[in-house]
């Protein structure tokens, strides 16, 4: 018997569907050791979830997946089991914490009835027994919440109770799908660190599974890499982050915004193109076409090298050394078009009037009374007197956490929303425009990408005859071929549709380009494409950006000022690089040692 | 892609980009080939029953030869009855009837409450108010004692059952309608449309309006079974279109005191309604499947 955790061998899984087979993994082997935290990392499509759930043995039965290979817990094969022992595996052997704990919970079951039910045994656990298990995840007042409904916890403590319930019966492998990709950036250290801590406390083997290399970094011995339903490398943390010896790795490696990056640069290396479509495996290296090392070998399937508990799956191991920087050719294509479509709408004019003023802004929602007599309750504030000056071409990152108040602000600035006091003054020309962090919930789904452009050039007294060779010089300028203006918008790709919201709002470049979270929902590849897009906008086309996230390290790619907000107001606001050096304000430095980098952690 | 195959790309697409003047705003986008999977049974359903009295073989209300009470045979396939009048024939035309009248009051409702809706959901505040309270008086109104009154005091006919039953039903689409417009309104992509300069009315009837197209039209066509049931209920008890006219609830209380010795009459109109609202039933659930699929 081997002391492996979880042994996934050469595992393929095939789901039929109309338009031809969804090919989801091609052959994807990983092994855990007992006690084992394993990061599972790869961008969406590439399988990493599926795996999580065929070790489970929770692929959707509906599907009817067709599954060769072995996934072999304990000795066991997942694949073969029939369900009344899988599902005893599951609870016993395996557990798992998933994204949305509020979606995994009983919302009409009190904590501690689910705690007891997760706990599984024979004889429901003693009250005590249930508030250590919770207090052994960091939860304050174990035996207060035993009897809270989970609508009354917030997002980080239903995720704390999650992992209780998953480690409630000392199972030796636990699979995380995304466990804190919800929760805030600060929340979010604090319950992988748990995670880990537990995990490791009890020897439990942990499989993380995760799109950002930086939460990876954080907690994992070791890491894998996922592309296109294979696991293409594996190594320790400090290899894989450090020399990395498979190109996709490299790539993924260094399109990540950093910390100690360059100050609004938007020359983030990217890893052009997209994974294969899983209906059309390519033969040969799936990320042949992608590669800026691949030759005519790569032709053929890569082999597999294994250097000492190494390995990697790539016909030129190693011989990448780092990714080149995006002043390539692709890069200078863009920049070529901005500037065609700059000249296409006439050179702006340069007033020194800044692009947004706000003056002494605040913001109160009202609350409802308790009864029809009862006095009105105070107003609840979301933005409480912030003043701020964005320069014509300048940009200004808003950093802050969930109820923050920054959503709130951005919509004041764009005009969608009144201020209670004060006032916003945006500069002259074409109003401001907004990009949603949900790029595809910001374009109407009926109607065609190129007709939503052409609405807006209506709307701005364009006439008739120019607005389609606008719209087409626009599509072009965002990196999105003539075809997308006939197309709707679910039948483009997610950082499609982010770029045809980016067309909209520069058909006609307004003065200022607010941004809510624009990569957050997008894979590290195409986060760092459109970031280095909108740098090239703003250079170009003299766009000022304000920029919301919650990202620091995102902050830093794009903007020259940073403003961090807490509770309504801005606590900090200075110069990128001041900023980042010599954080003032206490909550500055907590944000920034939560940020999940991948330099610290290597 | 339109069936232009020379030119450029760009003049190609250019026909695709510009508004086309008589498209319907509400039809725009890919929902056309889900609607049409969803409402052509009630097209064909529609065309066999225009025509369906063509087999008659009596007049409505031509009394024949044969006399009355007699058994269904050869020549009279459900009999004749207390007057001698063909039932198959007086059958065929009550269902054309049944069927046109729910699609008129359906149609006419869901026109009224689209109206309504999309301006109370789009608009909000005190429109909205105001709006809905007035559904919500209108819903409040018992159809029949709305016919009754009309009737009482302009005589019975066919066209004062349908205003009561319009004038009780429209209420329902307004609610869907206001509901679904509502939601779209606050999503991003009306955030977006508004950012983008949108005039007001274009946003209703372009980014919010289409969205509530599947919803409606599920209800539509779960609706018809419905309107035949209740449009035969009022006839049944009297407030339908005045005796000679071929109407199957009337033709069914009629013949009611039959029942026992001559059986057909009042069963063959009773059973026309049950296969008329069993077939509306069946398309409604039809379209609410194909719809429903599309949308998530």
Redesign the interface.
């Known amino acids: 018997m081997s002391t492996l955790a979880l042994d996934v061998d050469d595992l393929h899984l095939t789901f039929p569907a109309r338009g031809g087979d969804v090919h989801a993994l091609r052959g994807a082997s990983l092994k855990i050791e007992a006690g084992e935290i394993v990061g599972l990392v790869g961008e969406s499509g590439s399988g990493k979830s599926v795996l999580g759930l065929a070790a489970l043995g929770l692929l959707p039965k509906g599907t009817k997946p067709r599954a060769t290979g072995k996934v072999l817990l304990g000795g066991e094969d997942m694949l073969t089991a029939d369900e009344s022992s899988s599902r005893a595996r599951r609870g016993s052997y395996i557990t798992a914490v998933f994204q949305d704990p509020m979606g995994s919970l009983n919302p009409s079951m009190r904590i501690g009835a689910q705690l007891a039910e997760a706990a599984g045994r024979s004889v429901a656990p003693a009250k005590d027994q249930l508030a250590t298990m919770l207090a052994a995840t960091g939860i304050a007042d174990p035996e207060v919440k035993l009897r809270c409904y989970p609508h009354e916890l917030s997002g980080g403590l239903r995720q704390r109770v999650m992992i209780a319930m998953a480690l409630a019966r000392d199972p030796r492998l636990v699979v995380a799908d995304e466990p804190t990709t919800a929760l805030d950036v600060t929340v979010q250290a604090k319950v992988l660190d748990l995670l880990a801590g537990a995990a490791r406390e009890r020897g439990t083997a942990l499989l993380l599974v995760t799109h950002d290399l930086g939460v990876a970094a954080r907690i994992c011995d070791r890491i894998a890499v996922a592309y296109a339903g294979r696991i293409v490398e594996t190594g320790t943390k400090s290899q894989i982050l450090i020399a990395p010896r498979h190109p996709y790795t490299t790539g993924l490696l260094a399109s990540r915004p950093r910390l100690d990056g360059a100050v609004a640069g938007g020359e983030l290396p990217t890893l052009e193109g997209q994974p294969p479509d899983p209906r059309r495996p390519a033969s040969g290296c799936a990320f042949k076409v992608r590669c800026p090392v691949a030759d005519s070998a790569c032709d053929q399937p890569p082999p597999v090298q294994i250097i000492g508990g190494r390995r990697c799956e790539c016909h030129r191991p190693g011989s990448l050394a780092g990714w080149p920087a995006a002043s390539s050719a692709a890069h200078a294509e863009t920049g070529r078009l901005v500037a065609e479509l700059a000249r296409h709408q006439g050179d702006r004019v340069s007033v020194p009037d800044p692009a947004l003023v706000l003056a002494n802004i605040r913001r109160e929602y009202p609350r409802p009374k308790r009864h029809p007599f009862a006095a009105a309750p105070e107003p609840l504030t979301a933005v409480n007197g912030v003043s701020l000056t964005i320069r014509q071409g300048g940009s200004l990152a808003i950093v802050g956490e969930s109820g923050s108040g920054k959503t709130t602000l951005l919509r004041m600035a764009?005009?969608?929303l009144e201020p209670t006091e004060g006032t916003v003054t945006v500069g002259p020309g074409a109003?401001?425009?907004?990009i949603?962090q949900?790029a595809g919930?910001?374009?109407?789904?009926?109607?065609?990408i190129?007709?939503?452009i052409?609405?807006?050039l209506e709307?701005?007294g364009v006439a008739?005859g120019e607005?389609?060779?606008r719209?087409?010089a626009t599509l072009r300028a965002v990196g999105l071929p003539?075809?997308a203006?006939?197309a709707?918008p679910?039948q483009l790709s997610g950082g499609m549709r982010q770029r045809a919201?980016i067309a909209?709002a520069i058909a006609v470049p307004p003065a200022l380009l607010a941004c809510d979270e624009p990569v957050s929902a997008l894979d590290v590849s195409l986060a760092s494409q459109v970031l280095n897009l909108l740098c090239e906008l703003r250079r170009k086309l003299g766009i000022a950006l304000l920029f919301v996230t919650h990202d620091l390290a995102v902050a830093r790619a794009v903007a020259d000022e940073v403003a961090v907000m807490s509770n309504g107001e801005i606590v900090e606001h200075g110069p990128t690089a001041e900023v980042f050096a010599d954080p003032a304000h206490g909550y500055t430095r907590e944000l920034l040692a939560a940020v999940p980098e991948v330099a610290a952690a290597a | 892609m339109s069936t232009v195959t020379t030119g450029s790309l760009e003049s190609r697409l250019r026909l695709r980009l510009l508004p086309r003047r008589r498209e319907l705003p509400a039809l725009a986008g890919g929902n056309r080939a889900a609607l049409f999977s969803a409402l052509w049974p009630v097209a064909l359903v529609t065309a066999i029953l225009v025509v369906l009295p063509l087999l008659a073989t009596h007049g409505v209300q031509e009394v024949v030869a044969a006399g009355p009470f007699r058994k269904p045979s050869l020549n009279y396939p459900l009999g004749t009855d207390d007057i001698g009048r063909d039932v198959f024939s007086r059958v065929l035309y009550g269902m054309r009837e049944s069927w046109l009248s729910a699609l008129a009051v359906i149609a006419f409702g869901s026109a009224l409450g689209a109206l309504i809706g999309a301006l109370a959901g789009a608009l909000g505040g005190w429109v909205d108010m105001v709006l809905m309270r007035i559904t919500d008086l209108f819903l409040a109104l018992p159809a029949t004692v709305i016919a009754i009154a009309l009737i009482a005091a302009t005589g019975p006919s066919l066209i004062h059952t349908l205003i009561a039953l319009s004038v009780v039903w429209w209420p329902w689409y307004a609610r869907i309608v206001r509901a679904e417009v509502r939601a779209l309104a606050a999503r991003p992509h009306a955030d977006a449309a508004r950012l983008a300069g949108v005039s007001r009315s274009r946003l209703i009837l372009r980014h919010l309006l289409p969205g509530a197209i599947a919803p409606v039209v599920v209800t539509m066509s779960l609706d018809v079974g419905n309107l035949i049931l209740a449009l035969a209920g009022l006839s049944f008890i009297g407030l339908g279109a005045p005796p000679p006219s071929p109407e199957l609830g009337a033709m069914s209380s009629q013949g009611l005191e039959y029942l026992l010795a001559y059986g057909w009459v009042p069963i063959a109109p009773a059973v026309a309604i049950a296969v008329l609202a069993l077939m509306a039933n069946l398309i409604g659930d039809r379209a609410n499947r194909r719809l429903d699929q599309r949308t998530t």
């Open positions: 764009v005009g969608l109003g401001p425009q907004l949603f949900d919930a910001s374009l109407t789904p009926w109607l065609p190129g007709r939503q052409a609405e807006r709307a701005l008739r607005r389609a060779g719209v087409l003539a075809e203006a006939g709707l679910r919201a909209r």
